[in-house]
């Protein structure tokens, strides 16, 4: 597991702050719940870890080296999944193409593993939701990521895809990967959070373990957002 | 037999005339858009993804060529290729090289302002997904370009229908001169102007035919490319 590291972590746009001073260190295998209102800076932040947007003020290091130095050992994976204009099978070949690479065995475990195998020729534009969410996290695991973020991936999915996406991601970490996942299903986050990183208003409240958080959270704001007041 | 029955025949025999000047017109028109499309569509691109000096400027020139009249066009190329012209000493002027240069001059604009249309939305779709896997410039460039590729090729037909159908810049630069430089359009003129309706009127109907295909390809292309667009 890569150890991850915000230090003193400040973003602002337009001289907005959307995240304000956040440290927090995390050397733990498994997967992160990050948790909080609308707007509180959850898309954000994950972009900030997975360092494919600097912060304007601190840093966040994974094992020490600056994330954005570091980003192609991270996969990420958007709200609304960014379906390139191909078939299938080449969105998935497209993260190993841009690095000189080609692997068969790969491509194919990949389509086996998003239950894709069958659309595998098909232009990824004519894929539901759901399959292109799949198809998206199996993009991004195809170059074997150490960690992976995923913002809000279920949202607007039916159940039964949201149990393709969670098993996916449960195969991913029984790995050894480790996961970053913003959701605002609770009972997503209960089934498969470790961790819990709870933000407001761009601040880190709290930042425990997932047990904890859902029986006990130490903040009135964290309380609040659970009983759907915030 | 009626003027239309002679021309059809034209057509129909294959005239070695006709398909001389046919060729010909394909010939120019083809190697026109071949050229001006391997400047425009890697600049069009760039000028979609990328924010650089000058931008706003290119875009606004390239904008207002579009609008360039011919046989201006075929005036500046004339006055830099005749003899007393700065290019003068390579005598292309009044050959079907100066012609090829006339029309990737009015080409070039159109396939330009096509592909950066085509990319602009794209960029803005993939800009986060290429961020993320820190894809290199070049690389972003075929990315988008190969993605971009069904209206890429809409702007490249248009092109070479605008070519095929110019006659202003290409009578003034190739001369109109049979057998080497008279290509359908500029024939179609001079033979109206003689009243050899048969060859003009044979010339139209297969540049018409040419327009329909065309259209016809521009459709199909877009039809089949919509079924790689998201529209959710």
């Known amino acids: 597991m890569s150890g991850l590291k915000?230090?003193?972590?400040?973003?602002?746009?337009?001289?907005?702050?959307?995240?304000?001073?956040?440290?927090?260190?995390?050397a733990s295998v498994g997967i992160s719940a990050i948790l909080g209102p609308n707007g509180a800076g959850k898309s954000l932040l994950l972009s900030l870890i997975h360092g494919v947007i600097k912060p304007n003020m601190g840093r966040v290091t994974w094992d020490g080296i600056l994330a954005d130095k570091t980003k192609l050992s991270r996969g990420f994976v958007f709200q609304t999944p960014i379906v390139l204009r191909r078939s299938v099978r080449a969105n998935l070949a497209y993260p190993l193409k841009i690095n000189g690479q080609h692997s068969e065995t790969a491509i194919k475990a990949m389509l086996e593993l998003s239950h894709l195998t069958p659309l595998a020729k098909q232009p990824a534009a004519s894929l539901s939701g759901g399959e292109a969410q799949r198809m998206a996290i199996a993009r991004a695991l195809i170059t074997k990521p150490e960690v992976l973020l995923l913002d809000e991936p279920c949202s607007n999915?039916?159940?039964?895809?949201?149990?393709?996406?969670?098993?996916?991601?449960?195969?991913?970490?029984?790995?050894g990967g480790s996961v970053f996942i913003s959701t605002h299903d609770l009972a997503q986050a209960k089934r498969l959070a470790d961790t819990v990183l709870f933000i407001n208003a761009g601040q880190l409240l709290e930042h425990t373990a997932a047990r904890d958080f859902f029986d006990g959270p130490e903040t009135p704001q964290a309380q609040a957002y659970l009983n759907g007041d915030l | 037999?009626?003027?239309?029955?002679?021309?059809?025949?034209?057509?129909?025999?294959?005239?070695?005339?006709?398909?001389?000047?046919?060729?010909?017109?394909?010939?120019?028109?083809?190697?026109?858009?071949?050229?001006?499309?391997?400047?425009?569509?890697?600049?069009?691109?760039?000028?979609?993804?990328?924010?650089?000096?000058?931008?706003?400027?290119?875009?606004?020139?390239?904008?207002?060529?579009?609008?360039?009249?011919?046989?201006v066009v075929g005036l500046i190329i004339y006055l830099l290729l005749s003899r007393v012209g700065p290019l003068g000493h390579y005598g292309i002027l009044f050959t079907p090289t100066a012609m090829i240069i006339a029309q990737s001059v009015l080409i070039f604009p159109i396939v330009l302002a096509l592909t950066r249309e085509a990319i602009l939305p794209l960029n803005r779709d993939y800009k986060n997904l290429l961020d993320a896997w820190d894809v290199s410039p070049v690389q972003r460039l075929k990315t988008l370009i190969w993605d971009a590729r069904f209206a890429v090729v809409t702007g490249l037909l248009a092109g070479f229908?605008?070519?095929?159908?110019?006659?202003?810049?290409?009578?003034?630069?190739?001369?109109?001169?049979?057998?080497?430089?008279?290509?359908?359009?500029?024939?179609?003129?001079?033979?109206?102007?003689?009243?050899?309706?048969?060859?003009?009127?044979?010339?139209?109907?297969?540049?018409?035919?040419i327009a329909v295909l065309i259209n016809a390809v521009i459709h199909w292309i877009g039809s089949f490319g919509s079924k790689y667009q998201v529209t959710r």
């Open chain 2, 161 to 209: 229908g605008r070519a095929l159908a110019e006659v202003g810049a290409v009578i003034i630069v190739g001369g109109n001169i049979a057998g080497f430089t008279r290509v359908m359009t500029t024939t179609i003129a001079l033979e109206t102007s003689k009243g050899n309706l048969q060859l003009a009127l044979a010339l139209g109907i297969i540049l018409l035919s």
């Open chain 2, 1 to 71: 037999m009626t003027i239309l029955g002679q021309a059809a025949e034209l057509v129909v025999s294959a005239d070695a005339e006709l398909i001389g000047i046919v060729g010909l017109s394909l010939r120019v028109s083809l190697t026109a858009t071949l050229i001006a499309s391997l400047l425009a569509i890697p600049l069009g691109a760039a000028l979609a993804i990328w924010q650089f000096p000058f931008r706003q400027i290119l875009i606004v020139i390239s904008t207002s060529l579009m609008a360039l009249p011919p046989v």
């Open chain 1, 157 to 175: 999915l039916d159940p039964a895809s949201t149990k393709l996406i969670e098993a996916m991601i449960g195969q991913f970490v029984a790995k």
């Open chain 1, 6 to 26: 915000l230090t003193n972590l400040s973003y602002s746009v337009d001289g907005t702050e959307l995240l304000h001073d956040i440290s927090f260190t995390q």
